[in-house]
């Protein structure tokens, strides 16, 4: 016995609406994190401390250096909110830095 043709398993009438929904919600979802991303101040060590205090972790107010070297201290790091900050920022630059390379 031969199989059945195969528009008797698969029916068009609701694939591409759900496919086009999709699409439209999948694009909605991307522009409304990209607003929320944006709106983070990535300068403002405050919310990184107070997640250090409600960790019961000991807060140090080292100061990143002016060279833009990394610290190499992961105790100091771990303690301080403005090292911390610095250690986010350089590896937000790394990965633009690498998606650029990528994209060239």
Same mark, same amino acid.
């Given at each position: 016995?031969?199989?059945?043709?195969?528009?008797?398993?698969?029916?068009?009438? $609701?694939?591409?609406?759900?496919?086009?929904?999709?699409?439209?919600?999948?694009?909605?979802?991307?522009?409304?994190?990209?607003?929320?991303?944006?709106?983070?101040?990535?300068?403002?060590?405050?919310?990184?401390?107070?997640? $250090?205090?409600?960790?019961?972790?000991?807060?140090?107010?080292?100061?990143?250096?002016?060279?833009?070297?990394?610290?190499?201290?992961?105790? $100091?790091?771990?303690?301080?909110?403005?090292?911390? $900050?610095?250690?986010?920022?350089?590896?937000?630059?790394?990965?633009?830095?690498?998606?650029?390379?990528?994209?060239?």
């Amino acid at each position: 016995m031969a199989d059945p043709a195969p528009a008797a398993y698969f029916s068009q009438s $609701l694939a591409t609406p759900l496919i086009l929904a999709a699409s439209i919600l999948s694009i909605l979802w991307g522009v409304v994190n990209a607003v929320l991303i944006r709106c983070i101040n990535m300068n403002d060590p405050k919310p990184i401390e107070d997640a $250090l205090r409600a960790a019961e972790i000991e807060v140090s107010d080292a100061m990143p250096s002016n060279d833009d070297e990394l610290e190499t201290d992961e105790d $100091l790091v771990k303690k301080s909110p403005n090292l911390i $900050l610095a250690r986010m920022k350089w590896i937000g630059n790394q990965i633009t830095d690498g998606a650029i390379s990528f994209l060239n």
